[in-house]
């Protein structure tokens, strides 16, 4: 790993060195926090869980040839050198900035409140068709799961694609710390972790923290048609790069009166859903335009592919380029992906759920074939406003005549009277997953679209695995 020196780690981390000095010029060949991962030459750091502390496993790691450990404990009688730290949560944050800030590399940074992972494959796929891209994997997005994606770049990865997740303030300026983005690409302002951020303009402020830590000549990309974004017209001193669907800027109704979001560079048109197939349409950037199928449905997704446009056009991409990255972007688990069982298809969006989210993926529901089942879960950190939020996307739900509704879950509840009160919807409500599970099995018929989304605790991934398997 480029500088990545046992004497360099030590002063970028603050730490005291503690070994032999032939070592301390020795670069280490990769980073990790689990034991089972260390390899020959590796820098183990010790993570204190709530169950387990990883300083308990030192030990063992020297012996699976791990070059140096940090420590907040000094050590006796160990088998290679470490370094010694206040923290060693910290100094991993202060190692991945200054290894971040050593790399000849361009970084975009993802972040909103909604569609991070899905505009994250949108921009690794677009900018993979030119560049030798990185990107974060799995929901390896906070101030642990970040530098750990930051320590996986090598030399050869020419862009790394980041995506950045927060709950509370001062997080993200931390996160943008370490990420130090080139692009930094915000998707949108939605009702989510309202327990730390209150209102949708804390959640605003919480993720402009991210500006902060631009790189020099860095740009914002915005979404144009939020209305709290479209506030941001300039980051850094330089005009904020805005996209949306339609060309001319939308007119929102405010408690202030009529508002004007933001003029937009990059837009879509003539947008055509296609079904479960995805969504067609023209996308319009600077003087150019070309026909693009976005091959996951969904107006989200529209937007998602706008955002990959206006990354790929700020790092020099065709428009060639751009629309086949585009046209060839594939789900991952969890997210809009989908899955063909026993003559049905499962629409598995269960990795996580805010009543945006929701909304959407009840929208991509309405529009695919066959008979249509809602299997739907609570939506955690919601705050105080929990229950009318539920109760809010219920009433949403009740107007897309959707057949079935299957739920579970204490805030569902609310969710599911609000359909039975203004729907044709039938609606079942199970105390437990498992008696759920049981009906939706017996239930599924050949033909049938069925969508299963609740937030990440409520386990809603077992549905998935259990009607699969049928």
């Known amino acids: 790993m480029k500088n990545m020196t046992l004497a360099n780690i030590t002063a970028a981390c603050g730490g005291t060195y503690i070994g032999g000095e032939e070592e301390r010029e020795k670069e280490i060949r990769g980073v990790v926090i689990d034991s089972r991962l260390v390899e020959e030459g590796y820098l183990f750091i010790p993570i204190k869980g709530a169950r387990v502390d990883g300083h308990d ?4 790691v020297f012996g699976q040839g791990a070059l140096a450990v940090l420590s907040e404990r000094r050590l006796t009688g160990a088998d290679g050198p470490y370094i010694l730290v206040d923290s060693t949560e910290d100094a991993m944050k202060k190692l991945a900035a200054f290894y971040r800030k050593s790399l000849d590399i361009k970084v975009v940074g993802i972040t909103g409140s909604v569609g991070k992972t899905s505009t994250k494959e949108m921009i690794a796929s ?35 694609v980041l995506e950045m997740g927060i709950s509370e303030f001062g997080e993200m300026h931390r996160l943008a710390q370490m990420a130090q983005p ?8 939605g009702l989510c ?27 914002a990309v915005l979404n144009g048609d939020d209305d709290k974004l479209c506030d941001c017209r300039v980051v850094n001193g330089r005009p904020a790069l805005f996209y949306g669907i339609g060309q001319d800027a939308k007119v929102v109704q405010t408690q202030q009166g009529e508002k004007r979001l933001a003029e937009k560079t990059v837009y879509a048109g003539e947008v055509s859903p296609l079904g479960l197939a995805g969504t067609r349409a023209v996308i319009y950037a600077g003087d150019e335009r070309f026909s693009v199928q976005i091959p996951i449905a969904g107006e989200h997704n529209v937007y998602n592919a706008l955002a990959a446009v206006c990354a790929g056009r700020q790092l020099g991409l065709t428009i060639e380029e751009i629309k086949r990255g585009i046209e060839s972007v594939q789900t ?46 609570d939506m955690g950190e919601l705050g105080a406003d929990e229950r009318k939020l539920h109760a809010m996307v219920g009433g949403y739900f009740a107007g897309k005549k959707i057949d079935i509704l299957f739920c579970t879950g204490e805030l569902t509840k609310e969710l599911a009277a609000s359909v039975a009160d203004c729907s044709d919807t039938q609606v079942f409500y199970f105390e437990e997953k498992e008696s759920l599970i049981r009906r939706l099995i017996a239930e599924k018929k050949t033909g049938d679209t069925i969508l299963i989304k609740a937030s990440h605790f409520m386990g809603f991934k077992e549905i998935v695995d259990r009607i699969g398997k049928e």
């Open 57 to 60: 496993f030192i030990p063992s």
């Open 126 to 160: 677009v900018l993979a068709q030119r560049y030798h891209v990185l990107k974060t994997q799995g929901n390896l997005n906070n101030e642990i799961g970040l530098p750990l994606t930051i320590f996986k770049i090598r030399e050869e990865h020419e862009v790394a």
């Open 182 to 189: 080139d692009i930094c690409i915000i998707t949108n302002i």
């Open 193 to 219: 972790h309202l327990e730390n951020l209150i209102t949708r303009d804390g959640i605003l402020k919480a993720k402009t923290e991210s500006f902060e830590h631009l790189a020099r000549g860095g740009i």
């Open 332 to 377: 991952i688990g969890g997210r809009s992906n989908l899955i063909r069982t026993g003559g049905a298809v499962v629409i598995d969006d269960c990795y996580n759920a805010n009543p945006v989210s929701m909304k959407a993926s009840i929208d991509v529901l309405a529009d695919a074939p066959g008979r249509k089942i809602a299997v739907l879960g």
